[in-house]
């Protein structure tokens, strides 16, 4: 199994970013993704997650409105849309996938995720 997280970089405060998440190895339409971010001295936070297998979301407040979450089946992939960055934004992103059991509710934890994908770093300048 793998995944390939791209998309960081460095943006204004305003501005926007896609990243990408391909996933490998996986019967894509019966997982769940996961991004996630970290700063330094802090816990990783959940920021986004999407139910290949039925659609579901779940979106941190923090991101509601700003930040999308969506998926090319085809490609085996799946796309975080930042708009209108913040500078509390700025942090490494991982992506992270999950097998899902379907009688459970979409998973948020990261310690729910099976396989995480390398970060990817996402800088806001103020």
């Known amino acids: 199994v793998q995944l390939q997280a791209c998309g960081g970089g460095l943006v204004q405060t305003g501005g926007s970013l896609r990243l990408s998440c391909v996933v490998s190895g996986l019967t894509f339409d019966a997982i769940a993704i996961g991004w996630f971010r970290q700063v330094p001295g802090k816990e990783r936070e959940a920021v986004s997650c999407?139910?290949?297998?039925?659609?579901?979301?779940y979106f941190a407040d923090t991101v509601k409105g700003r930040f999308t979450i969506s998926s090319d089946n085809g490609m085996n992939t799946v796309y975080l849309q930042m708009n209108s960055l913040k500078p509390e934004d700025t942090a490494v992103y991982y992506c992270?996938?999950?097998?899902?059991?379907?009688?459970?509710?979409?998973?948020?934890?990261?310690?729910?995720?099976?396989?995480w994908g390398q970060g990817t770093q996402v800088t806001v300048s103020s």
């Open positions: 999407l139910s290949i297998y039925d659609g579901s979301t």
């Open positions: 992270a996938a999950k097998s899902v059991i379907l009688t459970a509710p979409l998973p948020i934890s990261d310690k729910l995720y099976d396989y």
